[in-house]
């Protein structure tokens, strides 16, 4: 089994007046956070944090804030593009561990539904997602929320388990199966993610 570790980091400010999005949830508060898109800090990190674990780059790689697509966007599209991405070479999400450092609103009595809806977006159990909330004690950022995640990652499936499979399938040519079972179990190319980036833009502003 192979693993991959993630580290996510995001702030937005809070703006007056406009809904607040947190963790996929739309919650009742006077301010919201500030964003070309939706201003969703927690899945802006834990999108970084996927990225990062593949080393796809970043959240502005992919979506610009210069791109006026990307106004106001929900950021669950973020997320679902970074499952894409460590999906495509062969990898799953084991455990996240996110904290929220803001402070208003109290993150403790939203927790249990942002968990359930985080996991619920990555698709893995609410046991394996964690949501901490602190308060910015002695820190100056009074108007502005922080999140930090960090994600951990294996690898789908080894070898091992295609060849049990395909001793049971019905496979003309036993050397076709050596043949593919040799070229998945090369090891992966994750530089390849580069494919179609140009080099990091981290002047994320989403
Ligand atoms: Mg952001």
Do not use: Y
């Amino acid at each position: 089994m192979s693993l991959r570790i993630g580290l996510g980091f995001d702030s937005h400010a809070f703006e007056k007046g406009i809904p607040l999005v947190l963790g996929g949830l739309k919650i009742d508060h006077p301010e919201g956070f500030a964003g070309h898109s939706d201003g969703d800090l927690l899945l802006h990190a834990i999108t970084d944090a996927l990225l990062g674990a593949v080393s796809a780059g970043d959240i502005g790689t992919f979506f610009p804030p210069t791109d006026p697509k990307w106004k106001g966007a929900d950021s669950t599209v973020f997320l679902k593009t970074a499952l894409e991405e460590i999906a495509l070479v062969g990898f799953k999400i084991v455990n996240i561990d996110c904290v929220l450092i803001m402070h208003r609103p109290k993150i403790v009595p939203l927790a249990g539904e942002m968990r359930e809806r985080v996991a619920d977006l990555l698709g893995i159990d609410v046991n394996n997602v964690s949501i901490k909330g602190k308060t910015p004690e002695g820190l100056p950022q009074d108007g502005t929320a922080v999140a930090h995640v960090v994600v951990l990652l294996e690898s789908i499936g080894p070898p091992s388990e295609l060849k049990k499979l395909a001793v049971h399938a019905e496979v003309p040519d036993e050397a076709e199966v050596d043949a593919a079972l040799a070229a998945v179990s090369e090891p992966l190319n994750l530089s390849a993610l580069g494919r179609k980036l140009p080099a990091f833009d981290t002047d994320d502003l989403t």
